[in-house]
């Protein structure tokens, strides 16, 4: 019996079905197959494994011969990776910081850390997971500090750690002479930050990263333990951040070197003897100047100062950014001792020849004696009127012309010759008693115009000390919580 047509139809549907299903499942298994081989070859290709012969030195060197050659290029396998670059370091020494120049010298221990993806063996098979070898048999990062500024003296070492994984560890030591900028204000109280910044000098952040090699409390506390030198500045601090220039495209680390300059030296041999000095001539105030020859004294201690700042000229910084607050507190104290002479040389003046003097003129009777007597606690005295007695330049005409006193009337014709001269002489002396009462007065103003001004100084002095010993305290505790 014929079978319908589209049976007929329907059975080779269904064979057609099944043979495109199969061609379809040997395509998913192929296509399988060959992505799981794609990526062993991948693995295989990313940590190559060198053979060794025997677990020997001279075989893993044999087997690392092919790798030598390839030192001349960055060590990846794809060229687009890059390559990370592991920095640290451990300062031994600060060997000393010159603060006209600007520079900081230091030695240190530095640490680099990079793998190498050509290669990859296995410490059984040959004997060890870590070799010494030649530097110049490998490709090594430029790695600069860039605040170096002289050439590295510290000896040179000429191989490198080589691991079973590929990693490779360069230890040297460097005489790291670098730029650092100085503020010296606060001299000798002062803390610097100086800082190092490694960085590729010709690799961009697409080529070489740079990233921290162990944690920065951990550098602090191995510089710490090992640092040898105790001289002028003692370490503090030391953190570290990482940076990318943007014009330039290159991965910076950064690392902060924060050092405290130890005062005790310059406060025993700079303070303390500024201090005694300026001290000295303060309480050289309380010796009275018309019985003791004060300058003489002021003009010795003038010059001991001088001698004093010429011998400690050598301790004292030297930059031309800014002037250390301790440069400025010996030039007042310079200056207030030859303020004090001078002072000393008027009021001795004063004192000794303020009789010839002319009367005080009023804005002096009035700023002195008045307004800035009252500020020191000496009031003007109270002065004497005598506007009813006859003024001394009558007296005098009086005298010279010959004229007398009128006599009574009825004593005129008795009184004798010699009572009309003892007039005259008595006439006389009162002339020079009322010059001496005069002059008096204008010395005595003088004499206290004088000792207004020298208890204005004394005063000036004892709040220049007061004010400057609390400033270098506070100074130093400000230094001593950073």
């Known amino acids: 019996m014929k079978q319908p047509r589209h049976r007929g139809r329907v059975k080779n549907f269904k064979m057609m079905s099944a043979k495109h299903f199969e061609l379809k499942l040997s395509d998913r298994s192929f296509w399988t197959m060959t992505f799981i081989l794609f990526s062993i070859t991948q693995a295989l290709s990313l940590e190559p494994l060198l053979n060794c012969s025997e677990p020997t030195n001279l075989a893993l060197l044999d087997a690392l011969t092919p790798v030598f050659d390839l030192r001349f290029i960055r060590p990846v396998i794809n060229i687009n990776n890059y390559t990370e670059v592991y920095v640290s370091f451990t300062m031994y020494g600060i060997l000393g910081v010159d603060e006209k120049a600007q520079l900081l010298t230091t030695y240190i221990w530095q640490n680099i850390v990079w793998k190498n993806e050509f290669i990859s063996w296995d410490p059984e098979q040959c004997g060890t997971e870590e070799i010494t070898l030649p530097r110049t048999q490998f490709w090594t990062p430029d790695i600069v500090i860039n605040e170096l500024v002289s050439k590295n003296t510290a000896p040179f070492v000429p191989y490198v750690h080589v691991n079973s994984d590929g990693k490779i560890y360069d230890y040297s030591p460097v005489r790291v002479v670098s730029s650092c900028r100085l503020n010296i ?23 070489i990263v740079v990233n921290l090699n162990r944690p920065i409390t951990q550098i602090l506390k191995n510089t710490l333990a090992v640092m040898s030198t105790v001289g002028e500045w003692q370490l503090i601090d030391i953190t570290a951040h990482k940076e990318s220039v943007a014009g330039l495209n290159i991965d910076e680390l950064i690392f902060h070197i924060g050092l405290r300059r130890k005062s005790t030296l310059y406060v025993v041999n700079l303070l303390i003897p500024s201090c005694s000095l300026i001290t000295v001539d303060l309480f050289s105030f309380l010796l009275p100047p018309q019985s003791v020859d004060r300058s003489a004294f002021k003009m010795t201690l003038i010059l001991g100062y001088t001698v004093f700042l010429l011998l400690m000229n050598d301790l004292l910084p030297v930059t031309g950014n800014t002037i250390p ?116 007065q204008k010395s005595e103003e003088w004499i206290q115009v004088a000792s207004i001004i020298d208890r204005f100084l004394f005063g000036l002095y004892t709040l220049f000390i007061s004010v400057s010993s609390i400033t270098m305290i506070w100074i130093w505790v400000e230094s001593d919580r950073r």
């Open 185 to 207: 204000y606060t001299f000798p109280f002062d803390v610097q930050n100086c800082t190092f910044t490694f960085n590729s000098y010709t690799h961009r952040n697409k080529d």
């Open 325 to 440: 607050l301790i440069n400025v507190f010996f030039a007042l104290c310079l200056a207030l001792m030859v303020a004090s002479l001078l002072e000393t040389i008027l009021i001795t003046h004063l004192y000794s020849s303020s009789s010839r003097f002319a009367p005080v003129p009023r804005w002096v009777r009035v700023v002195v004696l008045q307004n800035l007597g009252c500020c020191v606690g000496l009031p003007p005295k109270p002065t004497k009127d005598h506007s009813t007695d006859m003024s001394p330049n009558a007296v005098r005409e009086e005298i010279k012309a010959g004229k007398t006193p009128p006599m009574p009337l009825e004593l005129e014709d008795t009184t004798p010759g010699e009572l009309r001269k003892l007039g005259r002489d008595l006439r006389a002396i009162r002339l020079q008693v009322e010059q001496q009462r005069s002059g008096d």
